[in-house]
């Protein structure tokens, strides 16, 4: 459910000059609530105009053309709706767009409410969100998705916000020219993995001010416009989540059944967990087993059987080849065959060099099967793996298996219990000896031999 959240005039630091507009239409999609909502709109000034306009954006020299390169200064003034989280990113963000002369309308994203998470609503840092963003200006309150429809016809422009990735759009006069995802200024806060999932008709309406900039200058250029927020610590985990466990999370929305745990290379029964869905391969936290450390290593999800091994990191055990299903690119064509890139398998400065090929098939049409250069351990299904041409990203895919010789065994005795319809018939489960007392004892017939 979605609640949208009428805010007060509060201070606008960032938005001198700010008109209240009240909008009297409600919003589009039956599952937002109907009713009018308020946000702030800036008018737009050219922050080299007068000397009051420096004065207002704190002081900042705008006259290096690269900080408002990824703001689109050459096309102001347009109508952009900006979305802020209340953290020093986007309020830069909305700061150097202002200062290349756009109007802006702000709004904050509050996703998961009270009705859905009441036990732990007084941790979910929101309200502390909230509040350094109405430090900066008013807002109205959406969910990123519907976010794209809900604001479709109320005139504006493009969508900004504070991720770190440069979207270059085509000229005005080229129609039908599209859009490219490169990477950001700052290769280690770089988003554009996040954003290769993203259709070409969305990407055409974003914009990124912070892509031609890194963090360190964020930071700086937030002191010296002597943001509220400017201290303030990024965040480190999922924003709408707040304080509660990935794990709660999961439990709340998909709930809990009971499966068992064995042993990929002996197929023994080692204990149960709580679902397949709580596991992801290569994860070792939570599977609540003695004479680890254990890590998840297939999962059976048509039985609700997970695999697990002491051995996941032994080099005979890793992967370099892939197929990928499900493939987005932002230009029709997408790489050719044979044709040598950089993928990314997870978010991380980290790149693979790799050979694509694309190949057809009966079950998932069209996929890409990727050779890396060299191994990843935690490649996975599921996982989204995105395409780079040198600072250009061409898209992503999901990861349907990887298939190589050297992908983790399960015996066939564990595959067989799996399929089991009746696990009780399995009793209890084993009794597990720590890894170091099984050494221990080879070293000592060794030594009596």
């Known amino acids: 459910m979605l ?15 700010s008109t209240l507009l009240l909008n009297a239409r409600p919003l589009l999609r039956s599952r937002l609530t109907r009713r009018p909502f308020r946000a702030v709109s800036s008018s737009t000034a050219s922050p080299s105009s007068s000397s009051s306009s420096a004065r207002d954006f704190g002081g900042v020299d705008f006259g290096d053309e690269r900080l408002l390169r990824c703001a689109a200064a050459g096309r102001a003034p ?49 309200d502390d969100d909230l509040k350094y963003a109405q430090a900066v200006c008013d ?55 996040f954003l290769s999932h993203l259709s070409q008709t969305q990407l055409r309406r974003l914009l990124f001010p912070l892509g031609c900039i890194t963090k360190d200058e964020v930071r700086r250029l937030a002191a010296q416009m002597d943001l509220p927020n400017q201290d303030r610590k990024d965040s480190q985990g999922i924003c709408f989540l707040g304080k509660v466990k990935f794990s709660e999370f999961v439990e709340r929305q998909i709930g809990e059944m009971e499966g068992v745990l064995l042993e990929a290379e002996t197929g023994d029964y080692l204990g149960t967990h709580r679902g397949f869905w709580f596991y992801t391969i290569g994860q070792r936290q939570g599977l609540r087993l003695p004479g680890g450390p254990w890590y998840v290593v297939e999962k059976d999800v ?33 790489p050719t065959n044979n044709e040598q890139l950089k993928c990314k398998v997870r978010h991380s ?22 050779r890396l250069s060299e191994d990843d351990q935690g490649l996975a299904a599921g996982q989204f793996a995105a395409f780079y041409r040198d600072n250009l990203c061409l898209g992503s895919g999901i990861i349907l298996d990887s298939w190589d010789e050297m992908n983790f065994p399960v015996c066939a005795r564990a595959l067989e219990i799996a399929r089991m319809e009746d696990k009780s018939r399995l009793g209890k489960p084993v009794k597990i000896m720590n890894l170091e007392h099984i050494v221990k004892s080879e070293k000592e017939a060794i030594e009596v031999a």
Request: hydrophobic share 40%; proline share 4%; aromatic share 12%.
């Open 139 to 193: 807002k109205s309150i959406y969910l990123m998705r519907a976010f794209l429809e809900a604001i479709e016809n109320l005139g504006f422009d493009y969508i900004a916000s504070g991720h770190y990735a440069h979207v270059v759009h085509p000229s005005p006069d080229d129609v039908e020219g599209p859009s490219v995802l490169q990477l950001s200024k700052d290769k280690v806060k770089d988003q554009t993995y």
């Open 3 to 17: 609640r949208v959240v009428s805010t007060l005039p509060a201070l606008r630091p960032l938005l001198a000059g």
């Open 78 to 126: 347009l109508r952009v709706a900006v979305l802020v989280s209340g953290g020093v990113d986007s309020s830069v963000a909305l700061r150097l767009l202002h200062a290349a002369g756009h109007r802006c309308t702000a709004f904050y994203l509050k996703i998961w409410f009270q009705e859905d998470f009441r036990n732990f609503w007084s941790e979910c840092p929101w």
């Open 349 to 370: 400065p980290e790149f693979h060099d790799c050979t694509v090929t694309q190949e057809q098939t009966s079950e998932n049409g069209v996929i890409l099967v990727v």
């Open 302 to 334: 048509q039985n609700n059987v997970v695999f697990v091994s002491r051995n996941y990191y032994s080099l005979d055990k890793r992967r370099r080849t892939f197929r990928v299903g499900s493939l987005n690119w932002f230009s029709n064509s997408g």
